[in-house]
C-alpha cells in the first residue's frame, strides 16, 4: 500500500510560479509511474503530467506544455511539479497519483492506483 501527501500549494498572483512535491511512502516508489491531475471549482478532475518508473520520461497535457514541468527523485521517494507562468484558469486542487509499472501514457484516472489527498493551489491577483 502507496501513501501519498501533496505539499507546497498556496495563493499566487498570475505569472508566477510553485513547485508541488509528493512524498511517497509505504511502498517501492522506483517502480511506480507517476501523474498528477488536478480538479478546478465544478469540473472534473483532468489529467496534468505523468513520469515513468523508469528512463524519467514524461508527458503533459496541452494546457500545460511549457509551463509546468514534472520530476521525480528516487531516493527521496517524492515527484515534484514545477509549475511557471501560472493563470487562472490552473487554479484547482492538484491530486498525485502512482501506478506501477505503468506506461507514461496513462492519462485517465482508473489507470492509477493510489491518491493522495490534494493540495489548493489558486491564482489570483
Known amino acids: 500500500q502507496v501513501q501519498l501527501v501533496e505539499s507546497g500549494g498556496g495563493l499566487v498572483q498570475p505569472g508566477g510560479s510553485l513547485r508541488l512535491s509528493c512524498a511517497a511512502s509505504g511502498g517501492t516508489f522506483r517502480r511506480y509511474t507517476m501523474g498528477w491531475f488536478r480538479r478546478a471549482p465544478g469540473k472534473e478532475r483532468e489529467f496534468v503530467a505523468a513520469i515513468s518508473w523508469i528512463g524519467g520520461r514524461t508527458y503533459s497535457a496541452d494546457s500545460v506544455l511549457g509551463r509546468f514541468t514534472i520530476s521525480r527523485d528516487n531516493a527521496k521517494n517524492t515527484v515534484y511539479l514545477q509549475m511557471n507562468s501560472l493563470k487562472p484558469e490552473d487554479t484547482a486542487v492538484y491530486y498525485c497519483?502512482?501506478?506501477?509499472?505503468?506506461?507514461?501514457?496513462?492519462?485517465?484516472?482508473?489507470?492509477?492506483?493510489?491518491w493522495g489527498q490534494g493540495t489548493q493551489v489558486t491564482i489570483s491577483s
Open positions: 497519483a502512482a501506478n506501477e509499472f505503468g506506461s507514461v501514457g496513462r492519462t485517465e484516472e482508473h489507470e492509477y492506483d493510489y
